[in-house]
């Protein structure tokens, strides 16, 4: 946040002075920002100014009117307070006209200021203030590039002001260089303007859509008459949409392969011309709601006959959902058992949506977006989609930028955190506005984006590129066939970016995927455990020195993390008896001594970093190494090394059962972040647990058997390699075996 401005805190304090106790007056805050706070509060006083009596923060009609009878505001026409208020707006616009004063009067400083803010934005530099130019300067809009803004952008939106500064329906737009609603709609107008579209609004609506298509395309060649603005005004569209074409008002050759670009990046017919299509595409985010997209999306179970007239009608991936709002809500439109089958058997593809109700800002937040990325995975195993299918998580109402930061991006961070714990299987999409999509994944926080562009009055949809990463583009609702062949569709357009998925996996025959555990058999669990360990002869190893010796607690840990060993089971298609064995074992047999290993491990990793950073800067004594050297030890929840953890991963990664960047276990910083990851990140300690099952699994050649029907040895020695190849690691698989056919027995009952 910017410093205060000192200039500012004068305008704060003169406002509040001179006008707190007159009716309909808010004081502002003395902070020294510039904020839409300080303009309102100068846009009230100039209202009392010019006798209007109910305020108001609208810079209105009414206003314009007032103003307009008071006159043109220049040297030889003020008030002592509006001087003050029109100075005060310049200073909050970045331009001394008074040198930090309030004078009361018209300086030489103000002719300068105003001569100045005229030229940024584009009209002739009289040194008088308009009424439009005053409602200009009472706003937030900046007149120099600023953030992203581009200088050929900036171009056309001076050209604009200049050109239509004294139409009665024109406001003074932006000169920063970036597209925006305001943009939008003023083009919109012009563009009526040009081709004489009654009652005009700068709506883009079918009577300015009509007028454009039947005014025909713009190609090589072609060029604007006296008076006229048509081809510069598709230049200004092209401009705004971050296309650098020319801006002469002549269609150039050059000009053309820039509109194939952006045809190509819109998915639009190649013509290289202006046509009524890509006029559309670069004005509104629907585009041409006509035209027939490859994709769409439904909440309606797709039948045969369904299926059929999808096909005829050109689709060829259909977005379907993967859970209903709630199990008791009246709306079902999950995907239905047997659904998948007759879509691929009519040669369709899928993309799943994730979207309980996702419509409202307080539903998002990071323990929200957690829970979906659980739930989401949840589903997918279930339906088996397979590795890398992009779920699209839905954002379904018009966020704007300050909700953006406050709720959509912690939400899409726990999505992440999430989707990371289970080895990227499923990759993060996002639907929704195109603001939304784009600030989500600049982030990184979503690979594709699923544009929800038919709502055209959207604010995140008005004066916003289309994403980048766009894989589905929303323009349409529509209906399609008729009888059982009837379906209600959102008809989208596909980038090719994702082309939905054609099979699933599929469970080995009568096999299904284990659930969440019913804790209402918690009690009947631990009894089951501890008759076992106390059973005559039972093999349980040394059980001496135990941080925690009672199974009863050992297992109220594990079962508090069920949800995630549940999905990682699911992820990799294996038994959940597998990871919750060994995360059982491996916490009940920490002990002591482990924790000074841990220690010895923290210790000599913290010298290592004292010592470079001594390397970089030696000032004083050299730090010295600890007299024990400890690089790695056991550590987290299931007790998993720094180097095993590296070599299981990477392993995954190259075998293509994960994402992520391969470590070096020869490497000390490798080695350091990672046993810090595995020490202090419990989910992630979990989540290593079955990369590691299965990269002995690999080692012992046993992966590629179907997982879910391990046999009973091949378990054990899954169990045993995970602690080692000698003796006493297959000791431990035996032991860990034990309790594995427990926690089986009851995952059993409850899938079948």
């Given at each position: ?74 040297s ?10 029109l ?12 040198n ?34 005053f ?13 992203n ?7 056309v ?32 107008y ?26 025909g ?11 006229r ?12 949409n971050?296309?650098?074409?020319a ?10 392969a820039?509109v ?60 379907r ?5 709630s ?11 047997g ?31 957690q ?20 779920i ?21 961070e ?11 299987m ?15 994944s ?13 709502s ?21 609702t ?45 009690p009947?669990?631990a009894?089951?455990?501890l008759a ?12 001496l ?34 990871i ?19 220690y ?24 010295q ?19 095993t ?12 059962f ?48 179907p ?12 169990l ?33």
């Amino acid at each position: 946040m910017a410093n205060p401005d000192p200039w500012i805190e004068n305008v704060q304090i003169w406002l509040n002075t001179t006008y707190t106790g007159v009716p309909g007056w808010n004081p502002v805050v003395v902070d020294g920002r510039t904020g839409w706070a300080t303009m309102r509060a100068l846009t009230r006083a100039l209202q009392h100014e010019l006798g209007i009596s109910s305020l108001s923060d609208n810079f209105g009609p009414g206003t314009m009117s007032a103003l307009g009878a008071f006159g043109n505001i220049s040297s030889g026409n003020f008030t002592p307070n509006i001087a003050n208020i029109l100075i005060a707006g310049l200073y909050c616009k970045g331009y001394n006209a008074g040198n930090g004063q309030l004078p009361g009067s018209w300086l030489p400083q103000t002719t300068t200021a105003v001569n100045s803010i005229q030229s940024h934005i584009g009209i002739p530099q009289t040194g008088i203030i308009t009424p439009t130019l005053f409602r200009a300067i009472l706003n937030m809009d900046a007149y120099i590039v600023i953030g992203n803004g581009q200088q050929f952008v900036r171009e056309v939106q001076q050209w604009m002001n200049a050109t239509y500064l004294n139409r009665s329906w024109y406001s003074i737009i932006p000169a920063d260089g970036s597209y925006s609603r305001t943009v939008q709609t003023a083009l919109v107008y012009a563009i009526q303007e040009e081709l004489n579209v009654a009652g005009a609004n700068g709506n883009y609506g079918p009577g300015t859509r009509a007028a454009v298509q039947a005014k025909g395309a713009i190609a090589i060649g072609n060029q604007d008459g006296p008076g006229r603005n048509w081809i510069r005004l598709f230049q200004a569209a092209m401009r705004f949409n971050l296309y650098p074409v020319a801006f002469d008002g002549s269609f150039s050759v050059s000009d053309s392969a820039h509109v194939v670009s952006f045809q190509n990046f819109t998915a639009l017919p190649i013509s290289g011309q202006g046509d009524y299509q890509t006029w559309s595409s670069l004005l509104v985010s629907n585009g041409d709601p006509n035209r027939v997209g490859t994709a769409a999306d439904t909440i309606t179970q797709v039948t045969a006959p369904r299926a059929s007239t999808l096909i005829a009608n050109g689709r060829q991936v259909i977005g379907r959902y993967l859970t209903n709002a709630s199990s008791s809500s009246a709306l079902n439109k999950k995907i239905q058992p047997g659904e998948l089958a007759v879509i691929f058997g009519a040669g369709l593809r899928v993309f799943p949506i994730y979207q309980t109700y996702g419509s409202y800002l307080s539903y998002f937040s990071d323990i929200q977006g957690q829970n979906d990325a659980f739930a989401a995975i949840e589903a997918a195993t279930e339906y088996g989609f397979l590795r890398n299918t992009f779920i699209y998580f839905a954002v379904d109402f018009d966020a704007t930028d300050d909700q953006i930061t406050s709720n959509v991006i912690p939400h899409f961070e726990a999505i992440n955190t999430v989707t990371r714990n289970f080895n990227g299987m499923y990759r993060v999409g996002i639907y929704g506005t195109r603001n939304v999509c784009s600030r989500i994944s600049q982030l990184g926080l979503a690979e594709s984006s699923f544009v929800s562009g038919m709502s055209t009055g959207y604010s995140g949809n008005l004066g916003f590129h289309l994403p980048s990463n766009w894989a589905f583009d929303q323009i349409s609702t529509i209906t399609l066939g008729t009888g059982g062949g009837a379906i209600e569709i959102d008809n989208n357009i596909a980038s090719g970016r994702d082309l939905g998925q054609s099979s699933i996996n599929s469970p080995p025959t009568g096999e299904k995927l284990d659930v969440q555990f019913d804790m209402a058999l918690h009690p009947s669990l631990a009894s089951a455990i501890l008759a076992y360990i106390n059973s005559p002869g039972a093999d349980i190893g040394n059980t001496l020195g135990l941080l925690e010796p009672d199974p009863a607690v050992i297992l109220q840990r594990v079962l508090a993390h069920d949800l995630l060993i549940t999905n990682l089971a699911r992820t990799w298609g294996i038994r959940k008896a597998l990871i919750q064995s060994i995360a059982f074992w491996e916490n009940w047999k920490t002990r002591w001594d482990d924790l000074l290993s841990n220690y010895a491990v923290i210790i000599w990793y913290s010298y290592l970093e004292q010592h470079e950073a001594w390397l970089e800067s030696p000032v004083g004594p050299e730090p010295q190494p600890p007299s024990v050297i400890q690089e790695d030890s056991s550590t987290g929840f299931a007790q998993v090394f720094a180097n095993t953890a590296i070599l299981a991963q990477n392993w995954a990664i190259e075998s293509d059962f994960a994402d992520g960047i391969l470590l070096d276990n020869h490497n000390w910083r490798d080695m350091w972040a990672m046993w810090q990851l595995i020490h202090t990140d419990l989910n992630f300690s979990i989540a290593i647990v079955p990369t590691v099952l299965m990269w002995g699994a690999d080692r012992i050649g046993v992966l590629d058997v179907p997982r879910l029907t391990f046999a009973d040895h091949e378990i054990e020695a899954i169990l045993a390699r995970y602690n080692g190849t000698n003796t006493d690691a297959d000791a431990v698989g035996a032991r860990v075996k034990h309790f594995y056919d427990i926690f089986e027995q009851f995952n059993a009952s409850l899938r079948s």
